[in-house]
């Protein structure tokens, strides 16, 4: 038996990067997934290959930083495969338009904001009320290992996930009673295939990645940290913010 059978676990920013390794490792793990993504294409094909893989998935077309999309596409889920068990926020991301803080166009804080922000917002209120009337469910959001390893000149992303950090903290406290645990992982640089295009294939460029010991995480890492939080061996586990980092944070 799965660590995750019988569980409903929905994915924002589902079909690509750390996203798509979560959701194939969770179907794996028994799931009945929800992806939720902007790319209709990619989120189709990657459904399509946890199904002949034996899985039980949909998708769902999904603007995480539009709250009528965002209900939509929860909507659309529970009536293909239930209400949420798990919540995993993955939707976000930095771009090379962020810098410093003097530096950076205004633009790219607002659009930061809204993704990584705005975007966790509008997924955990729309899970939640359906996992405090089943009595309880797992949200894992994303952070970053930025928050704590002190990095220059991405200062915009850094400012919202360390609001990703803050809510994950303030809902573990508000809703533990509910049995609802709410925790978030904090990945340094991850070999995904936007930080490949961003880098050129060259992520030594990162600041981060010369703190990570343990060298650059691949997508299927974090995969694997997101599955102990969202599982039930992680019964005793809320409000924490764990790094995937290599060991960046720790020094």
């Not at 290959?49 to 603007?63: L, M, T």
């Not at 009528?68 to 889920?77: H, I, L, N, R, Y």
């Not at 009536?79 to 962020?98: E, P, Q």
Request: net charge negative; glycine share 12%; proline share 3%.
């Amino acid at each position: 038996m799965g660590r995750l059978t019988g569980k409903t676990a929905y994915i924002t920013g589902g079909a690509s990067g750390i996203g798509r390794s979560a959701a194939q490792l969770f179907a794996r793990e028994g799931a009945r997934l929800c992806v939720l993504d902007l790319s209709e294409d990619a989120g189709n094909v990657l459904v399509a290959d946890i199904r002949r893989n034996g899985g039980d998935a949909v998708f769902a077309v999904a603007d995480i930083t539009s709250e009528d999309s965002v209900t939509a596409a929860f909507e659309k889920g529970h009536g293909a495969v239930g209400s949420t068990d798990i919540l995993l926020n993955c939707a976000g991301g930095s771009s090379v338009r962020d810098g410093s803080i003097v530096d950076a166009p205004i633009e790219e804080l607002w659009r930061v904001m809204q993704l990584d922000v705005l975007g966790t917002i509008l997924a955990c209120r729309a899970v939640i009320p359906a996992m405090v009337e089943k009595g309880g469910g797992s949200i894992v959001n994303m952070s970053s290992s930025v928050t704590m390893a002190s990095v220059p000149g991405i200062d915009f992303y850094t400012a919202a996930k360390g609001a990703v950090s803050s809510l994950t903290r303030t809902l573990a406290a508000q809703h533990a009673a509910s049995r609802i645990r709410v925790n978030a992982l904090a990945p340094g640089v991850t070999m995904t295939e936007r930080v490949l295009q961003i880098s050129g294939g060259d992520v030594s460029r990162f600041p981060l990645s010369q703190k990570q010991r343990l060298g650059p995480a691949l997508p299927e890492q974090v995969a694997a940290a997101a599955l102990f939080l969202a599982s039930d061996d992680a019964a005793m586990v809320t409000g924490v913010i764990l790094p995937v980092d290599g060991g960046a944070s720790s020094w």
